[in-house]
Structures are given as structure tokens and as C-alpha cells.
């Protein structure tokens, strides 16, 4: 039996990607491969409607951390120093991926459970002039959490936001230029239901900077290489595949717009069948993704017992991580899942919560 993923990533595959996959063989220094390439990067601008001449979107072969990685390291100036906003594990990981690369950073830290402050951003910026970018997740995927990037971009006045958007880049809204974004990081296995293997920086280009700090993760030399239709390494072709054709099904369905409303209208059933089973969900609706909620585990159910319970059922839910691993479960809406889908799955947490 197959099963459905509703882990953050990477998700269940629709037929016509994971058709795709198989695709005839092909050498990334072919015109073919450019042509597949230069498509891919038009259309991931297509989805948040950007200008090809102010915009680039740069393709890696890697996992949504190597664009994070990649985005820190070419987009922070030598002489720049980075402020980073941390309310969960993935602006801990910015933090960390900067001193790595003996980036100044200057960490503004958050309790994982609580919204950050703008604040103590400001305070940030004030006492280290230098930081002329500041590091953001969009939605922290620790928590579930959409953090709110507006009330950042307008604390930050013009610094620019280098944006970590891996889990919510395709299902959620993003304000490329009214948040005076730097550059936004993601990756083809979460919203946009590619396989992983591939994951993209779209960056301003007047920002990018060749730093030095990096080879593989040089994002001058991927933009340069991607511009002039070739590509400085060997690119996944078959997960490239796969995303063209992913984002062929996201622009024919509507789009980003569409997949929200989709995630939400998922994410609102579960949510609510949950409540009434006594599940208490970690955040108020109003400051949740649609892409992934994180619950309380009820009293006497272990996680392992859920997830046993419910893989065994045909579904693989997240653990809590870090702090959060014993307390909490965490389901996303993601990727390929019918009606029917979900509603197999409200009748088994009725099963195992009941
Ligand atoms: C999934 C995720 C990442 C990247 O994780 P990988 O395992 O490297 O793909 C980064 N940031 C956020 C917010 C994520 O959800």
C-alpha cells in the first residue's frame, strides 16, 4: 500500500509527476537540458508574478537547506553583518550556516512557542549598524507558525530580507517587493510537490555579490552559468523533470492562490475534527500556515503509538522536534491528497483518539 505524506516534505506525488521522473535519459550540457532549465526558472518567477530583469531565480542541486546556505553566503556583503530573527529550529540553523562561513551575525533569540518581535529587532539593528540584512523564516515549520514578515520588512526600514520560504513558497502569499526582500530560499519537495533534490534561490539580482566564501553554493556563478543556458555542475535532471512538471500542474490549477485555499480548506477539516476529538492544536488559527499545524499530543498517547497506529492506517505524520519532540505532532497538507484521502484519515485518529 502507498502511503500518504503528510510530513513536511517531501509529499505524495501526483501521477503526472512521478511520471515525469522517468522521462527520456539526457547530458545537462545539452540544448535540451537549457531549454528544460531556463523554463523551470521562468515559471517559479511566474508563480509570485516577479520581472525576469529585477528578479532571478537560481536552481541548486541540493536540499532546501543548500538554498538557505547558498542565499546566506552570496547574499550578506563582506563588510555586512546579518541580524537573524530565531523562534525555532530553522532560524537557529541560519544562525549556525552564518558563523560557518565566519559571517558576522547577531542573533535576535525567541522562545520557540512565541511570536518574534520586531522590537528586539530593532533593538538589533540599532546597536549593530553593520547589519545590513536580516535573516526571516516565513513559516517556521517547528511550530506551524507564518511569522509575520511585514511588520519585519517595515522594522528593518531598508535593510533587505533574506527570506527562508522552503515550506512555503507555492502556498502561501509572499510580498516579494513590498517586504523589500533580498532574496526568498526554497525547494521542489514542499508546496510546490516536486521530488527533492532540487532547491532554488530567487535573488535580487543587484544584490547578489560574489563573496568567496563558497564554491559549490557560489550563487554568481549559478546565475551566471543559468543566464547563458548551461550550469556550472551536474544538475539532478530527473528531479528537474519532475519540477517542470509540478509547476506546469501548480500554474494550471490557479496557482499559488489556488493551493492556499486548497491547503486551507485540508488544514480546517483536520483542525477541526481534531478539536472535537479534545486535541488542543500549539497556535491560534490566526498566526498558523495552512501547510502544517502542530497539535498537542493528548495525555496517555505516546507519539510513537499515534504514528504507529496511523501509518499502519496509510499516513506518516511528523514528530515534534527538539524540546517539542515528546509534546507534540505536527500534520501537513501537502502534496497529492484526495478528498477520500483525508477522510480515511479522520476516521482513523477517530480509531486512535476516540
Ligand atoms: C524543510 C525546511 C528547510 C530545509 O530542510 P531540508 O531538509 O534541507 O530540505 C528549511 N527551512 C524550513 C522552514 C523548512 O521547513
Known sequence: MSLILLNPGPVTLSPRVRRALGRADLCHREPEFAALQSGIRAKLLAVYGLDPAQWAAILLT??????????????????????????????????????????????????????????????????????????????????????????????????????????????????????????????????LHGVPGTAFVIARR??????????YLNLVDYCRAQDAGTTPFTQSVQTFYALDEALNELLEEGGWQARHAEYQRRMRTVREHLIGLGVEPLLPDGVSSCVLNAFRLPAGVPYAQ??????????????????LARTLFRVSTMGAISGNDLERLLVAFDRLLR
Open 62 to 191: 541540493g536540499s532546501g537547506t543548500a538554498a538557505v546556505e547558498a542565499m546566506l553566503c552570496s547574499l550578506v556583503p563582506h563588510e555586512a553583518g546579518l541580524a537573524t530573527v530565531e523562534n525555532g529550529v530553522y532560524g537557529e540553523r541560519m544562525t549556525r550556516i552564518a558563523r560557518a562561513h565566519r559571517i558576522e551575525c547577531h542573533p535576535v533569540p525567541h522562545p520557540w512557542t512565541e511570536p518574534p518581535s520586531s522590537a528586539a529587532l530593532a533593538a538589533t539593528l540599532a546597536a549593530h549598524p553593520r547589519c545590513t540584512r536580516v535573516g526571516l523564516i516565513h513559516h517556521e515549520t517547528t511550530t506551524g507558525r507564518l511569522n509575520d514578515v511585514a511588520a519585519f520588512a517595515a522594522t528593518a526600514g531598508g535593510v533587505p530580507l533574506l527570506l527562508d520560504a522552503v515550506s512555503s513558497f507555492g502556498g502561501e502569499r509572499l510580498e516579494f517587493e513590498g517586504w523589500n526582500l533580498g532574496a526568498c530560499a526554497a525547494t521542489a519537495n514542499k508546496s
Open 206 to 215: 543587484e544584490l547578489l555579490e560574489d563573496t568567496g566564501r563558497t564554491v
Open 306 to 323: 499515534l504514528h504507529d497506529g496511523l501509518k499502519a492506517a496509510g499516513f506518516i505524520i511528523y514528530a515534534g522536534q527538539g524540546e
